[in-house]
Structures are given as structure tokens and as C-alpha cells.
């Protein structure tokens, strides 16, 4: 299978952005997992029902006590109107780069491959019909939640190089015809400075979920594959790669760890804070460079 490098970059940041600014932000982080279901239908309009569902597929749990289907990790870059980071943006995968082997997704049955490896990239964000993104739950020096909600629909693969792996990871390339994901990250150190609130610590807790409409068109074979597929994923704690922090190695980690995660709000209320929350965000500059890798919707 092809593997293309994407990079996102996350420049210095712009600190005391003017009041009144379009509210936006940044939600990256490749800290959490998901388990779920996917249930196939043989028509579009069975699928939008929920009715004559044809089978249904477990995401995360190991059935077959073969390591099939193991728990799957995340990552996201999701941004919206905060230039000084990114572009807009949209990316939900599989983190499939990690790997203690020194190959990158080498040994990774969790980011990499499998039944349950999804991407919804779109990377410019035009698949996107609302998004609401934001701190909240200012425990009297942190914002310790953060907040994402968006809606999409047309993430196709020749576009925006949507895939899911239903049964394995040979030509799973198609369109999610609609998505929603609601996620909340909590147990964050989110500090503002003027009218922008930033946390770059991994988040210790984590609820949400992703659900969608998938249509594959098959193999080119004319097997099972074809169908319609209703996704309903939830997300948790557990991730593979987190869990191996100090070991990652090959091209892709950060000194053998997952990458740093970032949460921006940007266009928040400027609000008198304490001396000290004000003094914990002093002396943050460079923000970093946030590396996401593609695989391409080919194999």
C-alpha cells in the first residue's frame, strides 16, 4: 500500500488576538482510542431507515481471538478560523505512523490497518456544515474541558481521501455521505491571554463519539464489499501507541513519544483571570511543527 506524508503546521503562536474575533480554534491530539460498530445494508435507503440491516461488524473487540480486530487510536487536527495555526482544516484518522519496530505503522495493529482503520481527512475543511469548538469549565486557574462538535457530508475519496476498513485494509476507499463528531477532552491546562485560551498537555479524560453514513463501492471485483455501512464509534482512553511513550521510533514520534497535544480557542471573552493563571501561560512561544501522515484512498 502507498503511504503519502502530509504535514500540518503549527507556527508560532499569535498571542492576544483582537476582541471580538470570530470564535475558532485547534482540537490535535492523538491521545485517545475508539471502539464501535458498523452495520452494513445493501441500499442506500435501508442504511438511512435502519432497516434489513445485512450484518454487523465489531470495531475493537477481538472475536475471533486472532488479534483481528483489536482497539483502534485516533488522531485529529481539526481547525476552524484560527490562521495563525492553519488553515481550516478536518482530519479524523487512524494514527497508523507509530510503531516500536522502527518501520513507520510497522507491528501497529492498533493506528494501522485493519477492520475499523477510518480517515476522514477533507484537509481544507469544505466537507464541514457546522463546527463548534471551545474551552469550557474554568476551574479558577485552568480551562480543564474542551469541546468539538461538527457535522459534514460528501467526504469522498477522490477528494478528501475518506476510507474505512470494514473487513480489511485492501481498496476501502469511498464517501461518507454524513458524519457527526461530538467529542469532549478534559483534565486540560487551558490558560488565556487576551482573547485566545491555549492547552498543550494531553488530556486524562475523554467521552464523545463519531457516527456516519459510509458507501463502498467494493473492489473492483463485485464482492461483498459493495454496501452501504452506518458507523457508530465511541471514544475512550486506551491507545496503543500513548501506552508505548518512550519506545516509538522510525520517522514518526516526538523524542519517543506521541506528539504534543494542542487545544486553541480562539475569539474567546476577554475576562479578568488570577495573577497566576495569567503568569502560566508567560514564555510560550514556538507552538512546534504537528507532522499528520496520509494514506492515500489507493492501495
Not at 475558532?24 to 435501508?46: A, E, N, P, W
Not at 477481538?62 to 480486530?69: E, I, L, Q
Not at 483489536?70 to 492553519?86: I, K, L, Q
Amino acid at each position: 500500500m502507498k503511504n503519502t506524508p502530509v504535514y500540518a503546521l503549527v507556527a508560532i503562536a499569535t498571542l492576544g488576538m483582537a476582541a471580538g474575533a470570530s470564535a475558532g480554534g485547534v482540537f490535535s491530539t492523538d491521545r485517545f482510542g475508539y471502539t464501535g460498530t458498523v452495520v452494513r445494508y445493501d441500499t442506500l435507503l435501508d442504511a438511512q431507515n435502519g432497516v434489513n440491516a445485512q450484518e454487523t461488524i465489531a470495531i475493537g473487540v477481538d472475536v475471533d481471538g486472532d488479534n483481528s480486530r483489536e482497539h483502534r487510536d485516533a488522531s485529529f487536527y481539526f481547525v476552524e478560523n484560527a490562521a495563525a495555526y492553519d488553515t481550516d482544516n478536518n482530519i479524523l484518522t487512524s494514527s497508523w505512523w507509530y510503531t516500536i519496530n522502527g518501520s513507520a505503522g510497522n507491528g501497529n495493529i492498533n493506528g494501522n490497518t485493519g477492520i475499523g482503520f477510518m480517515q476522514l481527512y477533507d484537509n481544507d475543511g469544505s466537507t464541514d456544515t457546522s463546527v463548534s469548538m471551545g474551552f469550557d469549565n474554568f476551574d479558577g486557574t485552568y480551562w480543564t474541558d474542551y469541546n468539538l462538535s461538527a457535522t459534514g457530508s460528501n467526504a469522498t475519496a477522490a477528494n478528501d481521501y475518506a476510507r474505512f476498513s470494514v473487513y480489511d485494509n485492501v481498496h476501502d476507499a469511498g464517501t461518507y455521505s454524513e458524519y457527526a463528531l461530538n467529542i469532549t477532552a478534559t483534565g486540560l491546562q487551558g490558560v488565556q491571554t487576551g482573547s485566545e485560551i491555549v492547552a498543550n498537555n494531553h488530556a486524562t479524560g475523554v467521552s464523545g463519539s463519531f457516527t456516519g453514513l459510509f458507501e463502498f463501492g467494493g473492489d473492483g471485483d463485485g464482492d461483498i464489499y459493495t454496501g452501504f455501512y452506518t458507523i457508530d464509534l465511541a471514544f475512550d482512553m486506551e491507545n496503543w501507541a500513548f501506552a508505548n511513550n518512550g519506545s516509538l521510533n522510525g520517522a514518526y514520534h516526538n523524542g519517543g513519544d506521541i506528539y504534543d497535544s494542542l487545544f486553541v480557542e480562539t475569539g474567546a471573552a476577554v475576562v479578568p483571570l488570577p495573577g497566576a493563571a495569567a503568569l502560566g501561560f508567560l514564555g510560550m512561544g514556538l507552538i512546534g511543527v504537528r507532522r499528520r501522515f496520509r494514506k492515500s484512498a489507493e492501495n
